[in-house]
């Protein structure tokens, strides 16, 4: 859904050069657009050249594609590690991050044109990996069904990250879409302290809402991840907190559960660093203590950590080894490099059929920006 009569200047087409720094010296077509439904929050409405995005083979990271429809976050994340991203727009790390959400409006249109290459070779892709897909604009633009028809019809494996519950509403098309391909869904919730979690990620759901998702998914016989990630130093890494939150995620009925330390890169590390200033001052010659000449916490913190953890894990049968002697023997592996499948479009049923037409009918035709 596009925002009619709400760009800024009271257009629905109004160029804005100075709403959005990075891309106005391109000097094309940018859209700012405002709504009260969303206050103090402005959109960069733009045209993406490329859905797909490639990861680079020096990474270690589990897939070999990733797919982000914006840039920014409502989420608002004290420690986000994307939030650096945003000053290559000529845009801060911080307030701007939060609020000055870069939107790539023909996303499905451009991924639909690039599944159908006979070069793609239907590679693993990862949304979430960068800024959320659902964070609470896509109940506005509506994205992900489109994205997640386009990569099951195409035969492409797909995995996805969030922390939004606007995840439910999809989860019917994932659960048919993971008929026809693998599919990943993990949920990430680090705090199972409402008041700090609130202060630390004021823009999202709460933990009882997210983990309200994982049932859900779970249901419809999906197999979730929790990602318990970051683990805070001295905030939430207690054996009491961590049992605790191991046993709500248990409850829930998450199939596993992957854990990390905080890790503060440039951008995130000075925001993150005046919240725990103003809310908790007394830890804050600690923090800087682990991340002064660093990202990531010390080798020392994460086996302290990991040694804290793991008899939690197996207690609570969230281990990855708990996850493979549970998992269906019927799942089908991810199609290697090399698979040769004739993309599925023509094949699909139901809610993925649904979304197809819509995809078709669409033709990239306008210039690109981003």
């Not at 997640?148 to 492409?156: D, E, K, Q, R, W």
């Not at 992957?258 to 001052?281: D, I, K, N, S």
């Amino acid at each position: 859904m596009r925002w009619a009569g709400q760009a800024v200047n009271g257009s629905t087409d109004t160029e804005s050069e100075n709403a959005l720094p990075g891309l106005a010296r391109l000097d094309t077509f940018v859209r700012t657009v405002r709504t009260p439904d969303f206050d103090g929050v402005t959109f960069h409405e733009v045209l993406a050249k490329s859905a797909l995005n490639k990861v680079p083979k020096s990474s270690s990271m589990p897939f070999d594609w990733t797919i982000n429809p914006m840039r920014g976050c409502l989420h608002r994340c004290t420690y986000c590690f994307a939030r650096g991203t945003h000053e290559y727009l000529g845009l801060d790390s911080g307030d701007d991050f939060d609020r000055q959400i870069v939107v790539k409006v023909n996303v499905v249109d451009v991924l639909a044109a690039e599944l159908g290459r006979p070069s793609w070779r239907r590679e693993r892709v990862a949304l979430g990996t960068n800024t959320d897909p659902y964070q609470r604009a896509e109940g506005r633009y509506r994205f992900m069904p489109g994205i997640i028809a386009a990569l099951a019809a195409s035969g492409t494996p797909l995995s996805l990250l969030t922390k939004g519950t606007l995840l439910r509403r999809d989860l019917p098309l994932l659960s048919e879409a993971a008929q026809q391909v693998p599919v990943d869904i993990a949920t990430s919730i680090a705090i199972f302290d409402d008041e700090l979690q609130q202060s630390v990620e004021p823009g999202t759901p709460t933990a009882s809402a997210r983990l309200a998702s994982i049932t859900a998914a779970a249901e419809l016989g999906l197999r979730p991840t929790v990602f318990l990630m970051p683990v805070l130093p001295r905030l939430t890494d207690s054996r009491e907190h961590l049992d605790y939150a191991l046993s709500r995620i248990a409850a829930a009925g998450a199939s596993r559960v992957v854990y990390g330390t905080l890790h503060l890169r440039p951008g995130a590390r000075e925001w993150f660093m005046q919240w725990l200033g103003q809310r908790h001052p007394e830890l804050v010659p600690y923090y800087r203590s682990l991340y002064s000449r660093r990202s990531y916490a010390p080798v020392e913190y994460r086996s302290e950590l990991a040694a804290r953890i793991a008899p939690l894990l197996k207690k609570h049968r969230l281990s990855k080894q708990d996850a493979a002697q549970t998992r269906p023997a019927g799942r089908r592996p991810s199609p290697g490099p090399a698979a040769s499948a004739t993309p599925r479009a023509a094949r699909s049923t139901g809610l993925i059929a649904a979304e197809m037409p819509a995809l078709a009918a669409r033709a990239i035709m306008q210039p690109t920006l981003f």
